[in-house]
């Protein structure tokens, strides 16, 4: 499927960016009060939908806790639309920049404008948070927009292309259905920037699409996000932040735990209490009504063959929780699962999980947790549990990654006034807050010169006064 159906229309991908351009360059950048007013639209649109969002995913994944969809993909956007209308007047507002002694008199300041039609190209794992999020931003920033879903998640993506058609007009947003052959055509549309969050290896061949075309790229990618117990850490409090973090949609999340480091001492400490944290958190275990399904069958059997790639390598493989035994009468249901053991020859501990599956790994000190995380690619998210001492100092200064999270898992997702991105294979340039607003706009400097002033001085004919200029200029 190549064309775009959207209010009766068959069209081609293309031809949409170019009416939306035309669009834009018609009717120039919107202003606060017309931002405000598309932001209110999308929320009341969303919340109108809630229902028919969770029934959606619930189709989608076989099953889905609609709690975790109120809470990861509606909530997370609704508080991120209220967030950017508070904001948005002073986001809009130009900057005041210095002007050097020797420019006087003279006035610079930064312009933030629309950089014009904004690509967003949404995964599975959140299909419609993760696309609405961006729109969000991009509506923010003054854009238009043109959505391409994940073709995993037909419901929700069918879902999003009403919910688009009703609330905006085509030239405004749309949504572009299809496969991966229409996921690689509209990565290589002249974008004025294009937003894509999925695994490193499909980003990869988004920012190559992207780069024929010089368009500039976010990249939201994944990787294998650590968490460090600090010895002597409560180990319970731990274990149940790390087992809400790594199940929360069975572990399908960007930003779950991959893989915990806990000292030595600690390692059996630490299974047990995840195994109590699991039972707590899933009374009814994998059947319950508040674990999800694996996405589909083939990533339900990639998990599994991680599983079996472990065992057939020496690991230790622990079905931790109520009932885990029972998971397989739900489709593609995987049991919380903890791996002891594991050595750098297993598959696990080189791709990232997604999934409900966790590596403990122990450690010495908090020198080799450290050395261990710096001697892998960077990741999208590290998680630190300890006190306000010299491990965790450590752990900030001497490791490199996407957000921290201290004491907890998840959470500084949803701190809107913090940036989100990652940093090498894990991802390129962040959003949410003001930077998402800064990424998404042009950040036009101006400066305004005064009639007289001394820029003139240094002008031919050169004499004493330029001379003295340079001399005071080039101390």
Request: aromatic share 6%; proline share 7%; with cysteine.
């Amino acid at each position: 499927m190549t064309t775009l159906s959207q209010h009766g229309l068959g069209i081609a991908p293309s031809e949409i960016l170019a009416r939306q351009r035309a669009a834009f360059l018609k009717e120039g950048p919107p202003s606060l009060a017309q931002r405000k007013a598309d932001l209110r639209k999308l929320k009341s649109a969303i919340l109108a939908r809630r229902e028919e969002i969770q029934n959606a995913l619930i189709a989608d994944f076989g099953h889905r806790s609609p709690h975790e969809t109120a809470i990861m993909e509606v909530m997370t956007v609704i508080q991120a639309i209220n967030y950017q209308r508070c904001n948005l007047r002073r986001w809009m507002r130009p900057e005041k920049r210095q002007v050097p002694m020797h420019f006087q008199p003279g006035r610079a300041w930064v312009n933030y404008q629309p950089l014009g039609v904004i690509g967003v190209m949404s995964p599975w794992n959140y299909p419609l948070s993760l696309a609405l999020m961006p729109l969000a931003t991009a509506l923010a920033a003054g854009n238009r927009v043109m959505i391409k879903p994940s073709e995993f998640t037909p419901t929700s993506s069918a879902l999003l292309h009403r919910l688009a058609g009703e609330v905006f007009g085509p030239e405004q947003v749309a949504v572009v259905m299809g496969d991966a052959g229409v996921g690689q055509a509209f990565s290589a549309l002249p974008f004025d920037h294009l937003l894509f969050t999925g695994s490193t290896e499909v980003g990869r061949s988004v920012m190559k699409a992207a780069s024929e075309n010089l368009v500039p790229v976010t990249l939201e990618l994944g990787g294998k996000s650590p968490v460090i117990i600090e010895p002597g850490h409560c180990i319970g409090h731990a274990a149940t932040s790390i087992a809400h973090g790594k199940l929360a949609n069975a572990g399908q999340i960007c930003i779950a735990p991959d893989y915990v480091l806990v000292h030595q001492d600690a390692l059996d400490d630490f299974i047990g209490a995840f195994d109590r944290a699991v039972r707590r958190l899933y009374p009814e275990g994998p059947l319950s009504d508040q674990y999800t399904s694996v996405i589909n069958e083939r990533h339900y059997d990639r998990l599994n063959a991680l599983l079996d790639d472990a065992r057939e390598k020496g690991a230790r493989i622990v079905e931790v929780g109520e009932r885990s035994a029972d998971a397989g009468r739900r489709a593609h249901t995987l049991a919380p699962t903890v791996v002891v053991g594991t050595n750098e020859r297993m598959r696990i501990m080189q791709e990232e999980i997604f999934g409900p599956v966790l590596p403990v790994l122990p450690y010495r000190d908090i020198d080799q947790a450290i050395a261990y995380i710096n001697g892998r690619p960077r990741p999208l998210a590290l998680y630190f549990f300890g006190g306000n001492g010299p491990n965790r100092r450590k752990v900030l200064e001497l490791t490199t990654s996407g957000n921290v999270t201290i004491n907890n898992t998840l959470m500084h997702y949803a701190q809107e006034d913090l940036p989100f991105g990652g940093v090498g294979p894990s991802g390129m340039g962040a959003y949410h807050g003001i930077e998402g607003f800064k990424a998404l706009s042009h950040a036009r400097g101006v400066f305004q010169q005064g009639k007289w002033n001394l820029s003139g001085m240094l002008r031919p004919p050169f004499g004493g006064i330029a001379r003295l200029i340079l001399a005071l200029m080039l101390r």
